[in-house]
Each structure stands twice: as C-alpha cells, then as structure tokens.
C-alpha cells in the first residue's frame, strides 16, 4: 500500500523516491494499512511481528536491528499511576528506530544505494544505524549544537557527518542543495513511510495493557511523526474495532518554539511562522513541522491538547525522573515535566512516551 499526497490526493509514484509531491504536498497514508491481529507473528519478537499490517506490496526481507517490544513501566506521580513506554531503549537509543526500519526497507525495495538525512541528532543516529544494516552509504546533516554523543553515534555507523551552523533549520536547507544535485532525500519528516512503523507503539502499548486502550497518551512534539503515527496507529486499531475509542492525545513542544502549540491554542489550521529561541529540549526544535499541520486537524474536534514546557521546569522534570529510575534526554523528559498540568484532568490511564536515552545528552 502506497501513500498518497494531502494536497491533490496523487498516488505516490511506482518508481523512484520522491519525498515531496510535485504540487509541493506532503505524502500520508490517506488509507493507513488495516490492523490485523489475527496475523500477527507469535515468534518474532520485533516490531516486524505485525508486518501483516504493514501494508507492504513486496517481499523484501526485514530490515531490523531488534527494534520495538519496548517496555511498558508502571510509576507513580504525585500518588497517581502514570505509565512509561520506554522507547529510550531501542537499539540506537531512540523511538525514531521504528521509523527507520521501516524507510530504509522502502529505500531497499527502491534500489537506493546512497542517501542523504538532516536532524537534530536521534534521527541522523538512527537511519545511519539502519542503513549501515541495509548496505546504504547515508549522510547527515546536524545542527553544529547537536549533542555530542549524537555526532559520535553516527560516525561510529560509518556516515559522513555534515555540521551546519545555526538553527535546526539551517540542516534542511542545506540537505535540499544536496537533494538538488540528485541524491535520494531520506527524510524522516517528510517521508511517511515511517509512520507505519510508529504506530507499532500504539500495537504495543494495547497488547501491554491486556488488550484496553489508555485514557491519554502523552509524547513530545517536533515534526510531529511520532504523535501523528500514534493516531495513525490507533486509529487503525479502531477500525479493526480492536478497541472502541481511541485515547485523549497530548503534544508538548518546547517554549522556545513551539509554532504547533501557537496555532493550537488561536484555534488555527494552519502554522504561523515561528519565533525560534534556545531550548535544552533539541529534539522538538523544529520550526516547520512537517505533520503539524495534520495534528491540528486531527486534534480540532476536541481530541487532544497540545502544551509548551518552559526550560526551567524542564530541567527539574529531568533530574526528577531520573531520580525515579528513568535516564533520558531532556526532549523525553517533557511528558514529565507536563503532568502537573494534566494529570487531574485527563482520562485515566495515562501512558508517557520516552523517546531518546540519557546517555546522548551532553549539556
């Protein structure tokens, strides 16, 4: 099954790898692949288990380095139970793993041999991982703020590291002068083929709670893939009426920008263009999210919520939930850091993704 574009509704193409329509849309699962837990793989122990639901036309073998079957943790905050679905522990150290699997098996399929990738760090970590698997020489381009572990990471896979000075946005704009001369983009944003992979979590997250959906769920929110595959994936669950309504959503983004978190609460559908300042959260500096605009239709009929945390509260939710047992990055620490706003009031069980581990964080 092929995406399609949002905008003029054309079928993604049967060769090659666009990452962008040529009326300039963005390309979705318009359709997202049908759930079907009658198929799903008692044996493997990846994410691949649910390839069936994956919607794939081929029979390319699976790209995986193990990913998925993550932990669901049972904590406690402010004598309320708050469940953690540990994605910090992913093979490269990030969620963004669930995503790759998924692109690099497309690019596979496509004969790619060569890609470019840009990133704040976690995504450039974990396509130079995937590709390394899968044969594809991959080169990323990160902000020269990006932490330091992250820049080791992916020279440690064998990609070529391209530093770009100044903001996050500065790395897609110097990828797409590389785009322009040929090369494949592998972009984690704009590709949707990742989506599927990230809405595993949804898959697991029901298959942890015995089956009964959580009231909320609560991620962070940069390009938006990993709230949007969420939906995708429960919808998906929804329509194969393995549960009957899907869970209350929750974005956090980052005070110092948060352009998905403005738009939401002037009640817009589209984004304005935004105010980029310093933020300790580098995974949710994005400030052009590419599925920002789709979570703000999603979320219009009352759906879900999206919040801006401040750094200096930030930092405390981060040394707290370390305290408890729980080493991520700061970006991974928002959803901590957003219950004192949330938890008396949303549906009840709440579920908090962990996106990225400690272990990259430098400050």
């Known amino acids: 099954?092929?995406?399609?574009?949002?905008?003029?509704?054309?079928?993604?193409?049967?060769?090659?790898?666009?990452?962008?329509?040529?009326?300039?849309?963005?390309?979705?699962?318009?359709d997202f692949p049908a759930f079907r837990p009658n198929d799903i793989?008692?044996?493997?122990?990846?994410?691949?288990?649910?390839?069936?639901?994956?919607?794939?036309?081929?029979?390319?073998?699976?790209i995986t380095l193990g990913e998925g079957n993550t932990p669901l943790v049972e904590a406690k905050y402010d004598s309320q139970d708050?469940?953690?679905?540990?994605?910090?522990?992913?093979?490269?150290?990030?969620?963004?793993?669930?995503?790759?699997?998924?692109?690099?098996?497309?690019?596979?399929?496509?004969?790619?041999?060569?890609?470019?990738?840009?990133?704040?760090?976690?995504?450039?970590?974990?396509?130079?991982?995937?590709?390394?698997?899968?044969?594809?020489?991959a080169n990323i381009f990160i902000p020269s703020s990006a932490s330091g572990p992250k820049r080791d990471q992916i020279v440690a896979y064998g990609a070529h590291v391209n530093l770009v000075p100044g903001p996050r946005v500065e790395a897609t704009r110097a990828v797409k002068k590389e785009i322009g001369k040929g090369q494949t983009y592998?972009?984690?944003?704009?590709?949707?083929?990742?989506?599927?992979?990230?809405?595993?979590?949804?898959?697991?997250?029901?298959?942890?709670?015995?089956?009964?959906?959580?009231?909320?769920?609560?991620?962070?929110?940069?390009?938006?893939?990993?709230?949007?595959?969420?939906?995708?994936?429960?919808?998906?669950?929804?329509?194969?009426?393995?549960?009957?309504?899907?869970?209350f959503y929750v974005g956090l983004q980052a005070e110092g920008c948060a352009p998905v978190f403005n738009s939401f609460i002037n009640h817009e559908?589209?984004?304005?263009?935004?105010?980029?300042?310093?933020?300790?959260?580098?995974?949710?500096?994005?400030?052009?999210?590419?599925r920002g605009e789709a979570i703000l239709r999603e979320l219009a009929n009352g759906r879900g919520n999206i919040l801006a945390i401040n750094d200096l509260h930030l930092k405390s939710a981060y040394e707290e939930i370390a305290r408890k047992g729980f080493f991520v990055e700061p970006t991974s620490a928002l959803v901590w850091a957003a219950l004192p706003e949330l938890i008396d009031w949303v549906p009840k069980p709440v579920v908090l993704i962990l996106t990225g581990s400690g272990y990259k964080t430098q400050f």
Not at 92 to 111: I, M, N, P
Not at 112 to 136: C, L, P, Q, T
Not at 280 to 288: L, Q
């Open 186 to 247: 592998a972009s984690h944003a704009y590709m949707p083929f990742g989506l599927i992979g990230i809405a595993t979590i949804a898959y697991e997250i029901l298959e942890q709670m015995g089956y009964k959906a959580p009231g909320t769920v609560v991620a962070p929110l940069g390009h938006g893939g990993l709230i949007y595959g969420l939906m995708h994936g429960f919808k998906a669950l929804r329509k194969a009426a393995v549960v009957k309504t899907e869970p």
């Open 1 to 30: 099954m092929l995406p399609s574009c949002s905008k003029c509704g054309k079928p993604y193409p049967l060769t090659g790898t666009p990452y962008q329509c040529e009326c300039g849309g963005v390309y979705d699962y318009l």
């Open 82 to 137: 708050v469940w953690l679905k540990l994605e910090y522990l992913n093979p490269t150290g990030s969620y963004k793993d669930r995503g790759s699997a998924l692109l690099t098996h497309f690019l596979v399929s496509r004969g790619v041999k060569e890609a470019v990738e840009d990133s704040s760090g976690n995504a450039g970590a974990s396509f130079a991982a995937y590709a390394a698997r899968a044969g594809i020489q």
């Open 41 to 62: 793989d008692p044996v493997e122990h990846s994410l691949w288990k649910y390839r069936p639901s994956f919607g794939l036309e081929d029979d390319y073998p699976n």
């Open 269 to 290: 559908m589209t984004l304005r263009e935004p105010i980029e300042s310093d933020t300790i959260a580098e995974g949710v500096r994005v400030s052009h999210p590419i």
